[in-house]
């Protein structure tokens, strides 16, 4: 299996402008978190594996539909990234 490694900035726009919002939501800032995408492109149905770092906390979120800014979103909430 052969994955695409892409960066925040390559993320479509509507899913920086979710990520940008909620980070704002919580008093963060998109330059406080290292996001990286990892795609196959043999497989389009498979989804985007989204990994959020912060210090020493990562979380992977699987991506279909921009869910993984909810997940992120519930993952701020609940403090994790502090």
């Known amino acids: 299996m052969q994955t695409t490694l892409l960066r925040y900035t390559d993320l479509p726009i509507t899913d920086r402008a979710a990520f940008e919002l909620v980070c704002a939501r919580h008093g963060f800032a998109p330059a406080h978190f290292d996001v990286s995408v990892h795609a196959d492109p043999a497989d389009p149905a498979q989804g985007r594996l989204v990994t959020v770092r912060r210090g020493g906390w ?13 997940q992120f979103e519930a993952d701020l909430t609940c403090r994790f990234f502090r």
């Open 58 to 70: 990562a979380q992977s979120y699987y991506d279909r539909q921009g869910q993984w800014v909810r």
